[in-house]
């Protein structure tokens, strides 16, 4: 591509690479040397819009403190990995669905969306200049592409300038034991015509506090419920949620204050071919609660980037905690995951078209 050879790369005189223990790796502890940094002007009446990309030494910001972000939350970010395969090749896992899923929280926070080709082409140079700091299968470097409105004015207004930063690090595989959780009755996390659909800053901040009352209370996360009902369930913390019962895998429909997972878009298409049903439609804390006393579920789990799956052993509703059955190897999103990392290192083939090899 055209643009491959036209993003500027100045590169560290002081990698810190051999800082990290990639044998104990944290997560979201070490970043990488390098990230892209685009800048968006809309300001001037001519030359506007996006400027050229640049890779540069992963550094400090030099920010106002009138820096519009950081007062009226025009912020938006993504979360996504790149893996190292069996061949020692790497790749981005769907790296164009991210990219839309970024276009669509921009457009819901009036923010400049950048061209795709500088999405794609920053994060796969970023990547390959990077690669020695992808860890081996399961762990994974996490991509972090965001975006902020950085015009330095107090106005209330849309900003004119924005910031498009993409940086990395490296991350061990996620190994939850069973959460507990709590079906939030009380808070919420988003409304119909709201912003629950888009990865900005606000969602997160707005959950912390009820999260943190579920916290003092025992359980690990909360499972949101509808703004309107409290009746219907959302999704938990960074993942969305499913749960199988009667051997059918249920999750909520997608819907503007539920978040498009990536994870969760894929592990329906691999159950899918699995044979198993499938219903997206809405579930109750009621019928969930049935479910408990039929002892039809099986399974309750979250899906997102970090864990893939992260299995569910307690649920909590109206102050009963109910319990999962005791999981196994033969549990869908256990055989879902395995799939998945199988596609991943390569293992299988990428019959779905995911791996984005550089
Ligand atoms: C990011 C996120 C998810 C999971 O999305 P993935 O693309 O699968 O990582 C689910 N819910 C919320 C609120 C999120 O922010």
Excluded at 271 to 297: C, H, V
């Amino acid at each position: 591509m055209e643009l491959l050879t036209a993003i500027k790369i100045r590169r560290t005189n002081h990698s810190k690479i051999h800082e990290v223990d990639f044998g104990n790796l944290e997560f979201g502890k070490y970043i990488s040397d390098h990230m892209l940094v685009c800048d968006y002007d809309n300001r001037r009446p001519v030359s506007t819009g996006w400027q050229e990309p640049m890779i540069v030494p992963f550094a400090n910001l030099s920010l106002s403190p009138a820096t519009m972000a950081l007062h009226y939350g025009q912020t938006v970010f993504e979360g996504m990995k790149a893996f190292r395969m069996n061949d020692g090749r790497i790749n981005i896992f769907r790296m164009e669905k991210h990219y839309d899923r970024f276009a669509r929280s921009l457009e819901r926070m009036c923010m400049a969306v950048p061209p795709k080709e500088i999405f794609i082409e920053g994060l796969s140079r970023l990547v390959e200049l990077d690669k020695e700091w992808v860890p081996a299968f399961p762990g994974a470097l996490y991509l972090r592409p965001f975006m902020y409105a950085s015009e330095a004015k107090f106005g209330v207004k849309v900003s004119d300038q924005y910031r498009f930063i993409i940086f990395t690090g490296p991350v061990p595989e996620l190994y939850v034991k069973p959460i507990k959780v709590k079906v939030e009755t009380d808070y919420i996390r988003a409304a119909k015509g709201g912003t629950g659909f888009a990865k900005c800053g606000g969602n997160y901040g707005g959950a912390y506090y009820p999260t943190q009352l579920a916290r003092q209370a025992g359980y690990d996360q909360v499972l949101w419920t509808d703004a309107r009902e409290n009746k219907f369930i959302e999704e938990s913390g960074m993942m969305n949620a499913m749960f199988v019962i009667n051997d059918v895998l249920i999750t909520p429909p997608l819907s503007d204050s539920i978040l498009d997972g990536i994870t969760r878009h894929s592990l329906l298409i691999l159950a899918a071919d699995f044979g198993y049903k499938i219903e997206e439609r809405p579930i109750s804390t009621d019928e969930l609660e049935n479910s408990f006393q039929n002892k039809t579920i099986t399974e309750a789990f979250g899906v997102g980037t970090a864990a893939v799956v992260a299995p569910i052993g307690v649920i909590g509703i109206n102050n009963v905690d109910y319990h999962l059955p005791e999981y196994n190897r033969e549990n869908l999103m256990n055989k879902m995951k395995l799939k998945l990392d199988r596609i991943r290192t390569g293992e299988e083939s990428d019959v779905y078209g995911w791996n984005y090899i550089l």
